[in-house]
């Protein structure tokens, strides 16, 4: 079955960095986008970015353009989403899912900004 999991969450400074890591399973990676969600404390759960399969172009939304990199490596059946010049309203439940439209999530890592 298709399994999602993330890792890489934490406690961060602003200003800081942080890479998250999503290790995919029961599925033929490569032939599927891949995206980054996120939901803030008593918000709604909002895309952070997308990467297609095939020649990996990528999407971010604007609060974290300039700041946030998609990446894949389809040999480790990962995505990963380096962080950096993070912000306290980045604080939030990071999810990766398959695609942008299906029902496979994983269950999320914590990222919290706080100094």
């Known amino acids: 079955q298709v399994q999602l999991v993330e890792s890489g969450g934490g406690l961060v400074q602003p200003g800081g960095s942080l890479k998250l890591s999503c290790a995919a399973s029961?599925?033929?990676?490569?032939?599927?986008?891949m995206s980054w969600y996120r939901q803030a404390p008593g918000k709604e759960r909002e895309l952070v970015a997308f990467i297609t399969h095939a020649d990996e172009n990528t999407l971010y939304a604007d609060s974290v353009k300039g700041r946030f990199t998609i990446s894949r490596d389809n040999a480790k059946n990962s995505v990963y989403l380096q962080m950096n010049s993070l912000k306290p309203e980045d604080t939030a439940v990071y999810y990766c899912r398959r695609g942008v439209q299906s029902d496979y999530w994983g269950k999320g890592t914590l990222v919290t900004v706080s100094s």
């Open positions: 029961g599925f033929t990676f490569s032939h599927y986008v």
